[in-house]
């Protein structure tokens, strides 16, 4: 018996809808069950990240849609096969003017009646727009994990709270081409023995207590988008899930890769056994998205990734991650580079 499997790398769909993705097994698919892979960019919307705030500042809504707009408008005429856009909710937005706070982990300024109205002014606007283009939108919440976070602690309820009310906007839930990342970047989480780390079962257990109250707090409102969780070590490490995973339908892991990253540093073989090691066990049972990597030799100063293509097999990072992730067959991934840069690209 002959057995087909059809994956399906779909381009942005201007111009029609989006067809609505579900998790089923270990892959993404569309709704006449093609095994879908997104390949993607991101936005982030601060005036830093909008060319270090040459563009717009202020907090000047109509600015930031109008660059922002722009971007993907310029990416999509410059050639790039992106069918995905990974949408940070900003702190820049949310965070109470004024207050200091001691990076993007600090959630001491956050303030919700100012999430919901940027949300509705500044997020939902620009997933639309994207939308419109054919593009689907994987939003994550503003800012990054602490270093340390323990069940139940202020960043677990943090984001209890934003999740709860993302999912229940009437714009967001359950539309067919909105996504949710979870978190960036936990790094460290408090075991069951006290002790902080990213690597025992035990860090597991209790990421999946952490992240599974966030999880149900979002399907609660009967919220059915799909979800991706993120691991431990920034989004590096993952093998604990494979024994205690996050439960419910729709859900992925979302993963971060750059050069060094799992091996990656010293050729293929080391990169492979990383992968193998850190995200194999949870890419065996369900979709991955990896939501940030990038590459590119360091005299050009344009990625956060500092390596150079190489061949697949060999040496050098971008053709060792295209042949894993392909041979994975279910790892949907974006390039994290400046959206300004990919503008301008004129190569392809």
């Given at each position: 018996?002959?057995?087909?499997?059809?994956?399906?790398?779909?381009y942005?769909?201007v111009?029609s809808?989006?067809?609505?993705?579900h998790?089923?097994?270990?892959n993404?698919?569309?709704?006449?069950?093609?095994?879908?892979?997104?390949h993607?960019f991101?936005?982030?919307?601060?005036p830093w990240?909008?060319e270090?705030?040459?563009?717009?500042?202020?907090y000047?809504?109509?600015?930031?849609?109008n660059?922002n707009?722009g971007?993907?408008?310029?990416?999509?005429?410059?050639?790039?096969?992106?069918?995905f856009?990974?949408?940070?909710m900003d702190?820049?937005w949310s965070?109470?003017?004024?207050v200091?706070?001691?990076?993007?982990n600090?959630?001491?300024?956050?303030?919700?009646?100012?999430f919901?109205t940027?949300?509705?002014?500044?997020?939902?606007?620009?997933?639309?727009?994207?939308?419109?283009?054919?593009?689907?939108?994987?939003?994550?919440?503003?800012?990054?994990?602490?270093?340390?976070?323990?069940?139940?602690d202020?960043?677990?309820?943090?984001l209890?709270?934003?999740?709860g009310?993302?999912?229940?906007?009437?714009k967001?839930?359950?539309?067919?081409?909105?996504?949710?990342?979870l978190?960036?970047e936990?790094?460290n989480?408090?075991?069951?023995?006290?002790?902080?780390?990213?690597?025992?079962q035990?860090?597991?257990?209790?990421?999946?207590?952490?992240?599974?109250?966030?999880?149900?707090?979002?399907r609660?409102?009967g919220?059915q988008?799909?979800?991706w969780?993120?691991?431990?070590?920034?989004?590096?490490?993952?093998?604990?899930y494979?024994?205690?995973p996050?439960?419910?339908s729709n859900?992925?892991?979302a993963v971060?890769?750059?050069?060094?990253?799992f091996?990656?540093?010293t050729?293929?073989?080391n990169?492979?056994k990383g992968w193998?090691?850190?995200?194999?066990?949870?890419?065996?049972?369900a979709?991955?998205?990896?939501?940030?990597?990038?590459?590119?030799?360091?005299k050009?100063?344009s990625s956060w990734?500092?390596?150079v293509?190489g061949?697949?097999g060999?040496?050098?990072?971008?053709?060792?991650?295209?042949?894993?992730?392909?041979?994975?067959?279910?790892?949907?991934w974006?390039l994290?580079?400046?959206?300004?840069?990919?503008?301008?690209?004129?190569?392809?």
């Open positions: 018996m002959l057995g087909v499997v059809c994956t399906f790398h779909a942005a769909w111009g809808a989006t067809p609505q993705l998790v089923e097994g270990r993404l698919k569309d709704p006449h069950g093609n095994t879908v892979i997104l993607g991101a936005q982030t919307y601060s990240f909008n270090r705030g040459t563009k717009w500042t202020n000047n809504v109509t600015g930031c849609l660059y707009k971007l993907i408008d310029q990416m999509l005429a410059a050639g790039w096969k992106m069918n856009m990974r949408l940070h702190p820049y965070n109470t003017p004024g200091q706070t001691t990076g993007e600090d959630i001491s300024a956050f303030s919700m009646d100012r919901k940027y949300l509705d002014q500044v997020f939902v606007p620009m997933a639309e727009y994207a939308i419109s283009k054919g593009l689907y939108v994987i939003m994550r919440p503003p800012g990054v994990c602490p270093e340390k976070i323990a069940v139940g202020a960043y677990n309820q943090y209890i709270k934003v999740w009310y993302v999912a229940q906007h009437p967001l839930r359950n539309n067919p081409a909105v996504m949710f990342e978190a960036n936990p790094v989480i408090l075991a069951p023995d006290g002790t902080y780390g990213s690597r025992s035990g860090c597991f257990d209790n990421l999946k207590k952490y992240f599974q109250a966030v999880v149900d707090t979002m609660a409102g919220c988008n799909v979800l969780v993120p691991g431990l070590a920034y989004q590096a490490s993952y093998s604990g494979a024994i205690n996050i439960e419910g859900i992925g892991y971060h890769i750059y050069p060094g990253w091996g990656s540093g050729g293929y073989t990169f492979q193998d090691d850190d995200v194999k066990p949870v890419a065996n049972f979709p991955i998205c990896v939501t940030e990597m990038d590459w590119a030799p360091a050009y100063n990734g500092k390596d293509t061949v697949a060999g040496s050098g990072f971008g053709a060792n991650f295209n042949k894993i992730t392909k041979e994975s067959g279910n790892v949907s974006l994290f580079t400046d959206p300004a840069l990919l503008a301008k690209f004129t190569g392809i």
